[in-house]
């Protein structure tokens, strides 16, 4: 299997290191591009550095080099996961704007017929949000914010993480054990 990842400059940058973290131990291919914000907030919200994060990844593109290989459809992927996902990069999607390659990217495996799975990160939010998420939905885009869930009682920030995580690999069918599933405790 062979993933792109982008992580966009949304709070929330913990959920695409440790999708990077968990598809590396599953042996999984990936083709990683952050963009600037991306970047930063590494530093401000994790005790991670870049040399780390970047080591996670199979492949890493600079998010202004449109020349990568997965800014064409001829480059089979399995499918792309943006975690997190801004707004504006969202918009970008939703609207064709293909500025940087993770915009590219996305639109390339939406073209292609590809899964996208976006982990969109803003609250509250507004009009122009949704009817952004609305036509990505109709597209067939997986729009997943990271909403916090506890009917697996997580004890700790780790739980919730995994949880998300967890819940993007699975529409991948990529077998883990990141949370308890729903009946299994019940």
């Known amino acids: 299997m062979k993933l792109v990842i982008g992580i966009t400059g949304s709070t929330g940058v913990i959920y695409g290191i440790r999708i990077l973290e968990k598809l590396k131990e599953f042996n999984i291919e990936t ?3 952050m963009s600037d914000w991306a970047q930063k907030c590494i530093t401000m919200e994790t005790e991670y550095d870049l040399n780390y994060v970047k080591s996670l990844g199979t492949v890493i593109s600079d ?37 940087t ?8 495996i939406i073209k ?18 949704l009817e952004n998420m ?38 991948f069918d990529i077998e883990h054990d990141l949370f308890p599933r729903w009946g299994s405790n019940n």
């Open 101 to 108: 390659l993770v915009a590219r990217a996305a639109g390339v």
């Open 134 to 171: 609305l036509k990505l939905a109709r597209l067939g885009v997986i729009i997943m914010p990271p909403v916090t869930e506890f009917y697996t009682k997580p004890k700790n920030i780790d739980d919730l993480i995994n949880h998300i995580v967890g819940k993007c690999l699975d529409q």
């Open 31 to 33: 083709h990683l591009i």
């Open 63 to 99: 998010d202004a080099n449109m020349a990568a290989s997965i800014s064409s459809g001829t480059h089979k992927t399995d499918g792309m996961i943006v975690i997190p996902c801004s707004m504006k990069t969202l918009s970008s999607i939703a609207n064709g704007y293909d500025e």
């Open 112 to 129: 292609e017929s590809r899964k996208l799975i976006l982990v969109a990160r803003e609250t509250p939010l507004t009009a122009i949000n």
